[in-house]
């Protein structure tokens, strides 16, 4: 395919990063040709292309026309017809914006990883995607889009209850407790379990916490959040210290002296949305070094999609990651407000996943992974090192007492058969798998 037709003009090349961050800054992708067409001419390749797309693929509302242009042209750049993505690339962009409804969001998002799938720009995009996420974070701005996902949506605080619930069971009566943490969530997980600690009926335990650091964009905020954490401690009368590795290529590099585990504590390790950003070939030796720090429990939480088994069949992976940050972007619609910023910024962070899995090649790597997998498919990997654990009924009613604070549409689904965990459902959809297990 020659990518030359998928050139944009100096003027243009900072399009993808200013359509998201500002709608006075949005530039129209110059596609040669068919910058000339009229909007008569768009109306009538909609048109055109929203019927082809109805054959072969699963159906949408008539409204849903964001999946089915989409998909012809994850379709075109699969079969490296230069022509119809040419035209189809024009085409959303047309239609796209970060500001509009479901589907114009879903389009703009979706149209930058597709557009660097087509002219194999992914890592470069990536890289620049990270880099302007990181000068413009900062601890008061990434608490507060964290409290308020976490005050509109169970989506999180899930995982949080269950993980708590059992860390807290499986360390009842220890004096000596260390978590390690290795998770992205700037710690507004722990709040609630130092208050239980605090309020135990025997002797107050020591807590050591280890923060693990997977994700660069949580580096430069840690030493606030340690230093409010120590706070909170002191507050709830729980003796605490607070530890924070980062700077590791991968987890496979944790090790117990790194760690600072002592043969007199009792460990527990808490992953949440953290495993996915293992390279997949990376994950079986993570578990195993889990076994080897011999925890009392682990406890894993994913989102419930699969972007794993699909890494080397492009059109199979994009129709999963259409239906994943589909549901995902629908849940943000009808949780916030329409003007909400924290919603744009969530939507913002999709943008980088979309093109690390969709655009960047497995063999050269392009920064944090984002392969998420199933439940199912995290059952069978722990399942090599660990015995699953089931929640108690006292856990179970934590997490329903939760849900119900929430708008309607959310369940929680317990396990059947030989599955474990539990995974919570929006309008009846699994969303995320959250999950225990011991040695």
Known sequence: MDISLFTLK????????????????????????????????????????????????????????????LRECARAI????????????????????????????????????????????????????????????SFDSARKLILKFQEVSPWTTFG????????????????????????????????????????????????????????SLVRSVMKEIGQRMEKFARLMGVPFEFNVISGLNNLGELTKEGLGVQEDEAIAINCIGALRRVEVDERSQVIRMFQSLTPRVVTVVEEEADFTSSRYDF????????????????????SFVPASNER?????????????????????????????????????????????????????????????RYKAGWSLVLPQGNESGVYLTWKEEPVVWASAWKP
Request: glycine share 4%; hydrophobic share 35%.
């Open 315 to 334: 059109i199979q992976c994009f129709e999963e990651c259409l239906r994943y940050y589909t549901l995902y972007f629908e849940m943000l619609e009808e």
């Open 160 to 215: 949080h209850v269950a993980s708590n619930g059992a860390i807290l069971e499986a360390l009842d009566g220890e004096s000596k407790l260390h978590i390690i943490d290795i998770s992205n969530t700037l710690c507004t997980q722990w709040p609630t379990l130092l208050e239980a600690l605090a309020t135990r009926n025997d002797e107050t335990p020591h807590l050591k916490l280890t923060v693990v650091v997977t994700a």
């Open 78 to 137: 699969s079969e490296k017809d230069s022509t119809k993505i040419h035209h189809l690339l024009w085409m959303l962009n047309e239609l796209a914006s970060p500001y509009g409804d479901c589907d114009q969001k879903l389009a703009s998002y979706f149209l930058q990883a597709l557009f660097c799938k087509a002219t194999e720009s992914g890592q470069r995009c990536f890289r620049t995607l990270n880099s302007v996420a990181e000068k413009s974070h």
């Open 344 to 404: 744009l910024m969530l939507e913002r962070e999709c943008s980088r996943s979309m093109v690390r899995v969709l655009a960047c090649d497995e063999e050269n790597g392009g920064g944090e992974c984002e392969r998420r997998e199933r439940g199912s498919q995290w059952l069978e990997r722990l399942r090599t090192a660990f015995y699953p654990v089931g929640f108690s009924d006292d856990v179970v009613d934590d997490v329903k007492a939760l849900l119900k």
């Open 10 to 69: 100096d003027t243009h090349t900072r399009f993808f990063l200013s359509h998201q961050q500002s709608h006075d800054q949005a530039a129209v992708l110059d596609m040669q040709n068919n910058s000339n067409n009229n909007s008569n001419q768009l109306q009538n390749s909609h048109t055109s292309t929203s019927r082809s797309s109805d054959s072969g693929e699963p159906s949408d509302s008539s409204n849903k026309w964001a999946g089915k242009l």
